[in-house]
């Protein structure tokens, strides 16, 4: 990290892929479909974005919830993988509990401690978020927790950037933006936020001439934006 950047006053988190794991929904996958589990968890989550796009850029709303039940019955089919009524809800229900990356509690009790404000900023619907959140016990480490929900607009629409800086009463340059998502972390970089981009992959960056303020590998690199 050798980008020196003012110091951020808050920090909004992504949820999925950042906070919670979406892969995590794998296993399961994979004790219904032996084999495949971990291409039905990819394309699950591929599709989920697909519709977010593809629903912002048409004007044709549909809650985040909603649009991650059709994306799994679309890639089950596209798998042809036989999905039962009884799997679909395990596997949903999968989804309501995803696995935290186990940094979080330790990252965000530090932020806590050094006096930073902390949240979420997601696609999310605001019940499935307070569903992850509890269950993930970040309830009492995060000051907020933000849905796109209202704005009828998924990211990395500018609309849905903007929830953050309204909810914060900050200008984006103050707030710091992590993502995991590589596209997420570009569309807040192009929205004027401050940003991480968690590669925790390794994967390349956007062909798309822009790049995220810094690119760490874990949520440990958060720290390194605040003085301790």
């Given at each position: 990290?050798?980008?020196?950047?003012?110091?951020?006053?808050?920090?909004?988190?992504?949820?999925?892929?950042?906070?919670?794991?979406?892969?995590?929904?794998?296993?399961?996958?994979?004790?219904?479909?032996?084999?495949?589990?971990?291409?039905?968890?990819?394309?699950?989550?591929?599709?989920?974005?697909?519709?977010?796009?593809?629903?912002?850029?048409?004007g044709r709303y549909q809650p985040f919830w909603e649009l991650t039940r059709s994306a799994l019955q679309?890639?089950?089919?596209?798998?042809?993988?036989?999905?039962?009524?009884?799997?679909?809800?395990?596997?949903?229900?999968?989804?309501?509990?995803?696995?935290?990356?186990?940094?979080?509690?330790?990252?965000?009790?530090?932020?806590?401690?050094?006096?930073?404000?902390?949240?979420?900023?997601?696609?999310?619907?605001?019940?499935m978020l307070a569903l992850a959140v509890k269950s993930a016990g970040l309830s009492d480490r995060l000051?907020?927790?933000?849905?796109?929900?209202?704005?009828?607009?998924?990211?990395?629409?500018?609309?849905?950037?903007?929830?953050?800086?309204?909810?914060?009463?900050?200008?984006?340059?103050?707030?710091?933006?992590?993502?995991?998502?590589?596209?997420?972390?570009?569309?807040?970089?192009?929205?004027?936020?401050?940003?991480?981009?968690?590669?925790?992959?390794?994967?390349?960056?956007?062909?798309?001439?822009?790049?995220?303020?810094?690119?760490?590998?874990?949520?440990?690199?958060?720290?390194?934006?605040?003085?301790?």
């Amino acid at each position: 990290m050798d980008k020196a950047v003012p110091t951020p006053r808050a920090v909004l988190f992504d949820a999925y892929g950042t906070l919670f794991d979406v892969y995590s929904v794998a296993l399961a996958a994979e004790q219904l479909f032996p084999g495949a589990g971990e291409r039905l968890a990819q394309r699950w989550r591929d599709k989920q974005i697909d519709y977010t796009r593809l629903c912002s850029m048409s004007g044709r709303y549909q809650p985040f919830w909603e649009l991650t039940r059709s994306a799994l019955q679309f890639s089950a089919e596209q798998l042809r993988l036989t999905l039962s009524a009884e799997a679909e809800q395990r596997l949903l229900n999968e989804y309501r509990h995803l696995s935290a990356f186990p940094e979080n509690h330790a990252v965000l009790d530090e932020l806590k401690r050094r006096g930073v404000r902390t949240g979420i900023l997601s696609n999310g619907d605001p019940e499935m978020l307070a569903l992850a959140v509890k269950s993930a016990g970040l309830s009492d480490r995060l000051d907020l927790v933000l849905s796109v929900h209202a704005t009828q607009r998924f990211k990395t629409d500018p609309a849905a950037y903007a929830v953050g800086t309204a909810a914060l009463n900050l200008p984006a340059k103050d707030v710091l933006f992590v993502s995991s998502n590589g596209w997420d972390a570009i569309g807040a970089t192009w929205f004027g936020f401050t940003t991480l981009w968690v590669n925790r992959a390794g994967g390349p960056l956007e062909r798309l001439g822009v790049e995220p303020t810094r690119t760490g590998r874990s949520l440990h690199d958060v720290l390194e934006f605040f003085p301790s």
